[in-house]
């Protein structure tokens, strides 16, 4: 399972890389997600960031008005690039790193992810949040925002996989298979409390916004 599920990340990996020119298409066409980009303000970000999965920086230029420092993680040399362009603040720090592999060398006082959540197999679930929680300095919190089980209406799902699949094609009529869990905001929840997780999720039309403390003591690592 797990080698089908590598070779599951290598296509999705190969997706992104393949489509970073057009990777801010949603932005510009869904209106729902720049509201969601507008809710950063409201949100507990502060001190030094970790950012996952960080694509083009839209959400990059957003955390570095809020945060004393920002390091912005991705797999995908051609949406790095894209995001260096955009983000003008010197306090940011772009490094290209398989998020599956790579494990932070220091602490954050926030670590954020948006529409990454969806894309973790999840078998790997809970070692991610042991990641995250161990890349969390004490009273540090999680913030996470992804697209719930609405989203489904708008993917092409693909059955008996190792795990929840999309189909995505890109304009010059390539196909990649992508990891696409659409979590339910409940059972996401039961999930990390189950987890030792101190979480708190709310849905934005269709979407879903949440924090959340680890666990006091956590053998992660």
């Not at 190969?14 to 869904?30: T, V």
């Not at 030094?48 to 993680?73: F, I, P």
């Not at 709310?202 to 979407?207: D, F, K, L, P, S």
């Amino acid at each position: 399972m797990r080698m089908d599920d590598d070779a599951l990340l290598a296509e999705q990996r190969a997706y992104y890389r393949a489509g970073a020119a057009a990777y801010d298409r949603p932005y510009a066409e869904h209106e729902a997600l720049r509201e969601l980009l507008a809710a950063v303000d409201g949100l507990p970000i502060a001190g030094d960031v970790l950012e996952l999965a960080c694509g083009t920086g839209q959400w990059t230029v957003r955390l570095a008005e809020r945060a004393r420092s920002v390091t912005a993680v991705d797999a995908a040399a051609e949406v790095l690039a894209l995001a260096r362009a955009r983000t003008a603040s010197h306090c940011v720090r772009f490094l290209e790193a398989d998020l599956f592999e790579w494990q932070p060398p220091r602490r954050y006082d926030t670590v954020f992810f948006a529409f990454w959540l969806s894309h973790i197999p999840p078998a790997r679930l809970p070692g991610f949040w042991n990641t995250v929680a161990a890349a969390l300095a004490p009273g540090g919190k999680a913030i996470f925002i992804d697209d719930g089980p609405a989203g489904a209406a708008y993917e092409e799902v693909l059955a008996d996989q190792s795990a929840p699949t999309a189909l995505r094609r890109l304009d010059d009529g390539s196909q990649y298979r992508i990891v696409k869990v659409f979590h339910n905001a409940r059972a996401l929840t039961d999930d990390l409390t189950a987890l030792g997780w101190s979480v708190r999720i709310r849905t934005v039309a269709g979407n879903f916004i949440g924090v959340a403390e680890p666990p006091t003591t956590t053998t992660a690592g």
